[in-house]
T-cell receptor, first 116, second 116 residues
Framework: GDSVTQMEGPVTLSEEAFLTINCTYTATGYPSLFWYVQYPGEGLQLLLKATKADDKGSNKGFEATYRKETTSFHLEKGSVQVSDSAVYFCALRKNAGGTSYGKLTFGQGTILTVHP | EAGVTQFPSHSVIEKGQTVTLRCDPISGHDNLYWYRRVMGKEIKFLLHFVKESKQDESGMPNNRFLAERTGGTYSTLKVQPAELEDSGVYFC??????????????FGEGSWLTVV
């Protein structure tokens, strides 16, 4: 079945450091890929997404590129802030005819803590 | 516009008791999903409603879990009787009908369940 693997955490960085959180997936077909974020005390929020190979999703300074050849969707940010401290989840969803549908399959989540 | 709302936000119950979680999706969202995250693990899919029909319930762990969506609006997830391993965060999510290209899934803040 479909699966998502994220790098183990927790990740601890100083403010303004570069962030990479690795994500690889296994799926049939060509899924849509997502990064969700959960800030302390809040629900899951969509951070960014990419629906086909070579697409780059971006939001709030975060970027991730859909790499079909390596089945990866790594999350990056050039300069993290304390407010980026949260749990980050990589996820996939089946895609057909340009529309994703059905359930999301999540990775285990990566805790990010950013210190001043 | 109101987001996905869940109730209760936190619940502590004794093993063997019953708990009912409620989810109100975003208005007009035919798709409603339940997910669960056990501490430190990945977020796992439980089931998917399209309006009042169960589209996919492959993730329901056992027959102690019962989900309903009468009238295709709000949904409830009942756990009866609760066991210690049921502790975790239960997320509800909703999205527009797939035919409308609504491929963003919106999550609630989660219902934190602790079984003691």
């Amino acid at each position: 079945g479909d699966s998502v693997t994220q790098m183990e955490g927790p990740v601890t960085l100083s403010e303004e450091a570069f962030l990479t959180i690795n994500c690889t997936y296994t799926a049939t077909g060509y899924p849509s890929l997502f990064w969700y974020v959960q800030y302390p005390g809040e629900g899951l929020q969509l951070l960014l997404k990419a629906t086909k190979a070579d697409d780059k999703g971006s939001n709030k300074g975060f970027e991730a590129t859909y790499r079909k050849e390596t089945t990866s969707f790594h999350l990056e940010k050039g300069s993290v802030q304390v407010s980026d401290s949260a749990v980050y989840f990589c996820a996939l969803r089946k895609n057909a005819g340009g529309t994703s549908y059905g359930k999301l399959t999540f990775g285990q989540g990566t805790i990010l803590t950013v210190h001043p | 516009e109101a987001g996905v709302t869940q109730f209760p936000s936190h619940s502590v119950i004794e093993k063997g008791q019953t708990v009912t979680l409620r989810c109100d999706p975003i208005s007009g969202h035919d798709n409603l999903y339940w997910y669960r995250r056990v501490m430190g693990k990945e977020i796992k899919f439980l089931l998917h409603f399209v309006k009042e029909s169960k589209q996919d319930e492959s993730g329901m762990p056992n027959n102690r879990f019962l989900a309903e969506r009468t009238g295709g609006t709000y949904s409830t997830l009942k756990v009866q009787p609760a066991e210690l391993e049921d502790s975790g965060v239960y997320f509800c999510a909703s999205s527009l009908p797939d035919r409308a290209g609504g491929n963003t899934i919106y999550f609630g803040e989660g219902s934190w369940l602790t079984v003691v």
